[in-house]
């Protein structure tokens, strides 16, 4: 049996929605063969092994594969580790060194969007448009859907469809707003799923920020 943290990634401000993840602090006690069947058997949009807490080295799985970096697992395991005592200053995942920052109840990541998975960024009209939709849209495997809620204020409505992952709808996603963001170039409050909330910040050179709150729902153990 390994502990299970199970945690709500990018809450509303009330703690509401998030996205859920899984997170083994002690993940090296996973042996490798076993990761992904447990990622697929848990269900979640991904499920974190954290490798070394304190140099925050950690391994990302979806329910059909590995990931070199993601958005919500790393703000997920970074307020975690924090947490439990081990506040890094940056995660190293397979794609890099992610920076982690905190602003008050937000916790940060840093990356490049080249790292996140292929989103096909499809803009909208309005938000109705994102609202109304029910799957990906046609011919769109991999679907970021967004659109200006009020581009003045840079506030964006956002649906995310990722049935190549096996993920028929991601409620929060952060690797989609990094790419959005730094995409447009400018600071993004994101309204995601059913009432998720995301904060994404351009940083140049093809990097962006993304944060949002997190709650921790339960600790269980998992059979590895």
């Known amino acids: 049996m390994a502990a299970l943290h199970v945690l709500r990634v990018f809450t509303g401000e009330d703690g509401g929605h998030g996205n859920p993840l899984g997170v083994f602090l002690d993940g090296g006690a996973v042996p490798e063969g076993r990761r992904q069947p447990v990622a697929t058997e848990l269900g979640f949009s991904e499920t974190v092994f954290v490798e070394d807490a304190a140099a925050g080295v950690c391994r990302i799985f979806t329910p059909a594969s590995e990931l070199p970096f993601a958005g919500h697992p790393t703000v997920g395991t970074a307020w975690l580790l924090d947490r439990e005592g081990h506040g890094v200053d940056r995660l190293r995942v397979p794609a890099g060194e992610v920076a982690v920052r905190r602003e ?5 990541v840093a ?3 080249e790292w996140c998975p292929p989103w096909d960024l499809v803009e909208l009209a309005a938000p109705a448009e ?11 495997g991999m ?10 204020a840079g506030l964006v409505r956002t649906r995310c469809f990722a049935p190549e992952q096996d993920i028929a709808e991601d409620e929060a996603t952060g690797s989609g707003a990094i790419a959005l963001c730094a995409a447009l170039g400018r600071p993004l409050r994101i309204d995601q799923g059913r009432g998720s909330l ?18 921790l729902d339960e600790v269980r153990d998992h059979p590895i």
């Open 198 to 215: 995301l904060h994404a910040v351009p940083l140049g050179d093809g990097r962006a920020e993304v944060g949002g709150r997190v709650v």
């Open 104 to 108: 008050g109840e937000v916790t940060f």
């Open 143 to 152: 679907a970021y859907c967004w659109a200006w809620a009020d581009e003045g």
């Open 130 to 140: 994102v609202d109304a939709l029910t799957e990906a849209p046609a011919g769109r």
């Open 111 to 113: 990356a490049r969007a």
